[in-house]
Structure formats: structure tokens, C-alpha cells
């Protein structure tokens, strides 16, 4: 079974850095894009930042200049440099990736983790 687990969240104070990483695990061919998603509440989730294999990023206007995305093919493993917390940055956050399962087959499904959680607070 293929599953992405991320690590790293927890409590941080304002102004202060967190990183999360993000771990694919399981029988699959290959990564293609990777994503890192958050929710607070009652509120849809939202996209962070994004990922391609070849490494072009792409961040949400509210998290530019202060986060960055990265990842290691190597590892099956996609990162995210978190930095200048603020509490609206609290929220569980989610990898997501789109993994081919095997050569002969095209298909990507997406693979969702089951969110870590970041709260900044003092």
C-alpha cells in the first residue's frame, strides 16, 4: 500500500520556524508532483505550495517570502521550510502527491497523508 506520512509539526511561537517533511512509502513506480495543503476548521482546505519532479515551485501569495518547498527524489521525501510563524498560519497540514503506481500503467493517482498539526502561539 502506498501512503505518505508528514512529520514535524507542532507548537511554535510567533515569529518562530517550523519544518514539516513528507515521506511516500510503499510498492510504486514514481513521484511526479508533490503538494502541501492546510485546513483550519470549518474552512476548505487550501493549497500552500507545489512541487514538480524536476523541482519548479509554485507558493500561495500568503506564504511567499516565508516558506519554502523542496524535496529529495531520492528519499521520497518533499520538505517545507517554514518560517516567521503567525497564528494564521495554525492549521493541519497536508501532503499530497501524485504517484504512478507501476510502468504500465499512466495513471497518477493523487495520495493524500493524514495531516500534521502546527499551531503558533506565545
Known amino acids: 500500500q502506498v501512503r505518505v506520512v508528514e512529520s514535524g509539526g507542532g507548537l511554535v511561537q510567533p515569529g518562530g520556524s517550523l519544518r514539516l517533511s513528507c515521506k511516500a512509502s510503499g510498492n510504486f513506480f514514481i513521484i511526479y508532483s508533490m503538494a502541501w495543503f492546510r485546513q483550519v476548521p470549518g474552512k476548505q482546505r487550501s493549497l500552500v505550495a507545489s512541487i514538480s519532479r524536476s523541482g519548479t515551485t509554485n507558493y500561495a501569495e500568503f506564504v511567499k517570502g516565508r516558506f519554502t518547498i523542496s524535496r529529495d527524489n531520492g528519499e521520497n521525501t518533499m520538505y517545507l521550510e517554514m518560517n516567521n510563524l503567525n497564528s494564521e498560519d495554525t492549521a493541519a497540514y497536508y501532503c499530497?502527491?501524485?504517484?504512478?503506481?507501476?510502468?504500465?500503467?499512466?495513471?497518477?493517482?493523487?495520495?493524500w497523508g493524514q495531516g500534521t498539526q502546527v499551531t503558533v502561539s506565545s
Open positions: 499530497n502527491a501524485n504517484i504512478r503506481l507501476d510502468f504500465e500503467s499512466l495513471d497518477a493517482p493523487e495520495v
